[in-house]
Structures are given as C-alpha cells and as structure tokens.
C-alpha cells in the first residue's frame, strides 16, 4: 500500500516536470486588459493619380491627347510615393503623428474623435506649415532664385520683388476626415482611404519654326501660381509665385513638364469668370554659341480653363542665323561652364 502511494506520487511529479519543461516561458501579466484592447486602426490607402483636372472636375485632355505632342497622356501620371504621413488631432487637444508606407498601415491615435489629415511624406522641396491644427495646414515650396530673371511685361505685377520665385513642389496626395471614431478594440480597425492629388501638372511646349538647332539649353518660368495648397481641402491660397524650372530642347522646339499647386485662390465661385486674372510664361535659351535669348509672353486666356494642370503652348518662335552665328565663341554645351545658368534652390 505504501509503496503504491510513492509510486502515483512520482508519476505526478514526473508528470508536472514534464508539462512545465515543455511549456515556452512567459513573464507574469498584471494588466492584461490594456494589451489586448487598443485604440489603432489600420490605414489601407490608394491613390487618384490623375495630373490635370479642368474647371469642369474633369480630366480636360484625357479625351483627345494630340499624338503630334510625341508622349503618352499616361507618362505624365505621377508615380506612387514612397511613404505616409497621418497626423490624427483629438478632441482632448491630443496630436498623434504617425509614419507609415504609402499603402498604408497600423497607426495610435487617442480613443474617441479624431481627425485625420493625410499626406505623403517623401517629399524634397515642399515646406509643411501650420500642422498644429488640421485647417490651417497647409504646404508650400522651397524658394529658388535666379539673377537673370527680372519679371514678366505681361504679368500685371510687374515687379518680380512683389512675388515669390520658387521651385517646383514635389507630387503631393492628401486626404482629410473631418470626424473618425476610434474605438478601443482587441484588433485595429480598418479604414480605406483615397489619398486625392494636391499637386498637378503642366505640359509646356514652346513651339519653334526655325533655328532650334541653335538652342543648347534651356529653361522657363511661370508666373501667377498659386504659392500654396491648404491640405485638408485642397484649395489654394490667394498668394501668387513664379516657379522656376528647367527645360530640354527638342527637334522642334523647347519642352518642360512643371509640377504646380494651380492657380491661386481656387476653387472659389467667381474662378470661371477669371480671365482677368493674369499668368505670364518665360523662355530663356543659351545658344550654342554663348549668347542667351529671352521670350516672353501672356497665358492669361490659356490658364482660364486650366487651373489644375494642362497643357500651355506657344509658338512661331524662332532663332535667326544671325543670332545663332553671332559670336563664334566655340561654346561646348556638353561642359560645365553655364555659371549664372544655374539657379539658386534656398533650403529654409
């Protein structure tokens, strides 16, 4: 009988030893509630990748792309960008700020209504202002300066001092959700979302009948953009800029393809009545032989239809012989010797 009883308590033992040699080791929980129950939700995130918009809410090109352009409609699309940005604000005064891939992904946010302001974060020259409150939000771009440019005769400014000269923005997607619920859940919750184009493009062609073959570089400026974009709705500010970019020269003539916010102070009622509103476009060409040619000229009526990208065109331009001889200088384009050619990008 003794021995019985010192047999099944071995086994026991035995047994017990076995079970807790085979179990992985945990650490002691004393709040388990807080760890399986948390206010994240999951950001699933696509893109409108569309670059002009009309003053219609409509694609104004899409329909009918001239093939004499020499490029697809479709190679102007912007490519998806490499991360997410979502600064969630609660009603308690709380700001989260979340970096996540561009599809998307999980992100904290303080329990109760937020909201959610959403925008890619892999940008180079755009500035974010403001980000303490979601209305007030709003993006602009780096300055960039260029001492040969002094102004547009046809900008109703004038004076180039009275307006910012910048570089071109960075394609930018933003999305705003004026209330989201965040519960407190043992799974983060899901939220699909479509990250809406701040940023558009234009197409400007300058159209050439004779003496491209002079032209060795190139570049432009456009004035009477909008300065900046107000990120929960995407309207522009009222402020105007130029912006400065470069060019490539092409058998038939002179080509850039320029980012923008659009027009200034759109969308707002009286816009379709704004021809009066005034865009001026600039072409500077250093020729081969070191002699540089400016253009200019007045978009105003092209700009009217087109306040979110497009296509700007001017042409019958032309370099005499005259102009593309003169000098003889034996300037070698495929050197580094512009100097002043170069612009000035003002990181602040």
């Given amino acids: 009988m003794k021995l019985t009883r010192i047999c099944a308590l071995y086994a026991t033992a035995i047994s017990a030893l ?77 700001d989260m700020v979340s970096h996540v891939s561009a599809a998307g992904g999980i992100v904290d946010m303080t329990a109760g209504i937020n909201s959610l302001l959403m925008y890619n974060d892999d940008t180079e020259y755009i500035i974010f202002n403001n980000l303490n409150a979601s209305v007030s939000a709003k993006a602009t ?58 940023v558009y493009t234009y197409l400007v062609r300058y159209e050439f009948e004779s003496g491209i073959e002079y032209a060795g570089l190139a570049r432009g400026a456009l004035a009477g953009m909008a300065e900046s974009v107000f990120l929960h709705d995407g309207h522009t500010g009222p402020d105007r800029a130029t912006i400065l970019y470069d060019c490539t020269v092409e058998s038939w003539g002179v080509q850039a393809v320029v980012n923008s916010f659009g027009v200034p102070d759109y969308p707002n009622p009286i816009y379709p009545d704004g021809r009066s509103s005034s865009f001026a476009l600039n072409l500077e060409v250093k020729l081969r032989n070191g002699k540089t040619l400016n ?38 384009v495929s050197i580094d010797g512009w100097g002043e050619f170069n612009d000035i990008i003002v990181n602040l």
């Fill in 141 to 198: 771009t780096r300055a960039r300066s260029r001492a040969s440019y002094a102004g547009n005769p046809f900008y109703s400014p004038g004076d180039v001092g009275d307006e910012r000269t910048v570089t071109p923005p960075d394609p930018l997607f933003g999305h705003y959700i004026t209330r989201y619920d965040q519960q407190v859940l043992p799974e983060p919750a899901v939220l699909d979302v479509t990250m809406q184009p701040l």
């Fill in 295 to 332: 253009y200019n000229f007045d978009i105003s009526d092209q700009m009217a239809n087109q306040p979110h990208g497009g296509v700007i065109v001017v042409s019958g331009l032309s370099i005499s012989d005259e102009e593309g001889d003169a000098g003889g200088s034996g300037f070698d």
């Fill in 18 to 94: 076995f079970v807790m040699s085979s179990c992985d080791h945990k650490d002691l929980c004393f709040d388990h509630p807080n760890h399986s129950l948390r206010s994240t939700t999951r950001i699933c995130a696509t893109y409108n990748r569309v670059w002009e918009i009309g003053d219609d809410g409509a694609p104004a090109w899409e329909s009918h792309w001239p093939a004499s352009f020499g490029i697809g409609y479709e190679s102007l699309v912007p490519g998806l960008p490499a991360g997410l940005c979502v600064n969630a604000y609660s009603e308690e005064g709380a």
